[in-house]
């Protein structure tokens, strides 16, 4: 599974900031300690990409092709803009325009340009009109939708990349599992199958600081064990990283990591939580399981729940 760093975000106040004012030095440095992790890809989101902020593309784009040739996910919904950096490199077939949605004009003008430059298209399963299905089934309709506009332009399922929508477990916990359900049906309902990524740090979006990266851990081995190809994660955080290695790997070093791969292995062969034995003396098992469990709506969350 692959790791698409999150970390150039306009977002982040320091970030836009650095926009704002062509703070190269600045962004320089983030890129150099995300290259240091070494991620399939580096998220460019730069929102709107409108006013201000016209050009933003470009100039990271020329920033990040002087330091490294890890492949670019440009991340705006303005599609002029995205063009524009896609201008400027070589071999656009290794990046990935981020998003479409199954809005009739975005899905046209976004499956046209990444057709013309042959790039993945990440395509979020959502519409204006109906705004995130509460249920997995109506996403994967969307995606149904989407995939023949995209087969009309001449994109291969290798280039589309669905991606079911994750919302934050403390406001909508139930869509949790939703998002997990979707993952799994996506990947059983084409063929060839098409590929599938989430924006991992929106699950503990608004949940206090500490239990972020935990949360956002254990979601991810579930969405790996639902069978998910790709996520936008915080780069910087060295434990998920290690998680995601060693579950990649197969190579667990402590109690708590067997917990993890047994979790994984769970969800790949469909079974439940209340299945997984564990040790009720070890600390961070009890996390891990708290956490999975609210995960799968079987507990209540809280911002204390551990």
Known sequence: MKLIAENIHVISKITKEAFLNRDEDYIKNIMLKIIKQNPDWIDLNVGPSKGKFEGTIEWLTKIEQQLCNIPLSFDSTNIEEIEKGLKLIQNTQSCIINSTNADDIRLEKFSSIAAKYNTSLIALTLNSETGIPKEAEERLNLAFKIIETCESKGLGHNKIIFDPLVLPVCIEQSQAKVSLDAIRMLKESFEPPILTTIGLSN????????????????????????????????????????????IQENTPKTSYDELYLNIFNTFQNYGEIEELVFDKNDENQIKIIKTAKILMNKEVYSACYI
Do not use: C
């Open 203 to 246: 699950i503990s979006n608004g949940v206090p600081k500490h239990l972020r990266s935990q949360i956002n851990i254990v979601y991810l081995v579930m969405a790996m064990g639902s069978g998910l190809d790709s996520a936008i994660v915080d780069i910087f955080d060295e434990e998920l990283l290690r998680v995601h290695k060693m």
